[in-house]
């Protein structure tokens, strides 16, 4: 009894000042150009107080860095390095990594690997394409869930409840003259999408950017992909069939080697 008891306890206890550090570092994540105390407070609906004294922990524990001209606040090395050693020991990234080079070299576009972090897509890694002129993000970006081939596809292999519940409440930002923004066309999408078993964008989440995700299937609940992305002057409708031949086969080899992992 004093076990299920403790247990209860446990399970209701949420640890406020941690959620909220947290809220905190995700803003300060979201905003290149760092963000102040009084912002931050309106932006999450806290005392300046409190803020201030969350802000000074995180700022002690090197979490947080403080720019002493603007006065604004910027993830600091120990995010960073935390980060980095976190996505090191995600077994998705080594498999991974080989077959993202041959991918590049095949197509010549560069090739990026993430998954669903929550309602975004994060970059786990990246091999940049060989050209002088080249798509690129570094490792730990986050992406919108609406953006693009990856969160197409996401959104198309996630459960149809919780898809539609994100799209219904978030909308479809409209990023380029090409992005639908039209719910119904939208879902009609990404069920071709489910069919196909992988996605296109075509300038619709950057003008002139074209991009093909396929996905790689992985244990439940982690959804994960791979994807190609190019400028629209080198990715010609030839050549983009070959990158969804190509793509798809590389995720095909990932999903497998991860399987053979697992067994192991």
């Keep these: 009894m004093l076990f299920i008891m403790v247990n209860k306890m446990v ?3 949420r640890a406020p000042s941690v959620i909220k550090a947290f809220q905190i570092l995700r803003l300060i994540a979201d905003n290149n150009r760092g963000l102040g105390i009084s912002e931050l407070a309106k932006r999450l609906g806290m ?3 409190t803020v201030h004294g969350i802000m000074a922990a995180l700022k002690e524990v090197g979490a947080i860095t403080r720019d002493p001209i603007t006065k604004r606040y ?3 090395y120990t995010i960073l ?3 980095n050693r976190g996505l090191s020991r995600i ?3 080594e498999v991974a990594r080989r077959h993202m080079e041959g991918l590049m070299e095949e197509t010549g576009e560069s090739v990026f690997l993430g998954i669903l972090n929550d309602h975004h897509i994060l970059i786990l890694d990246v091999v940049e394409s060989n050209k002088e002129l080249k798509i690129t993000s570094p490792s730990g970006t986050r992406i919108s869930l609406s953006a693009g081939a990856t969160g197409k596809l996401f959104l198309a292999y996630m459960e149809e409840e919780r898809a539609l519940s994100y799209l219904t409440t978030n909308g479809l930002v409209r990023y380029t003259q090409n992005t639908v923004t039209e719910l119904d066309r939208y879902l009609e999408e990404i069920k071709e ?8 964008d075509q300038e619709e989440y950057l003008q002139g950017v074209k991009a093909v995700a396929a996905l790689i299937k992985t244990e439940p609940p982690l959804l994960a992909a791979i994807w190609v992305v190019g400028f629209s002057s080198s990715l010609t ?3 983009m069939e070959m990158v969804i031949k190509k793509t798809l086969q590389a995720a095909g080899t990932i999903s497998r080697e991860l399987r053979q992992r697992v067994k192991i």
């Design 11 to 13: 399970r209701r206890y």
């Design 47 to 49: 005392s300046k107080g």
């Design 74 to 76: 910027n993830l600091g």
């Design 81 to 83: 390095e935390l980060g």
């Design 91 to 93: 077994p998705l990234r």
């Design 193 to 200: 999408v489910r069919k196909r078993g992988f996605a296109i």
């Design 237 to 239: 409708d030839e050549k």
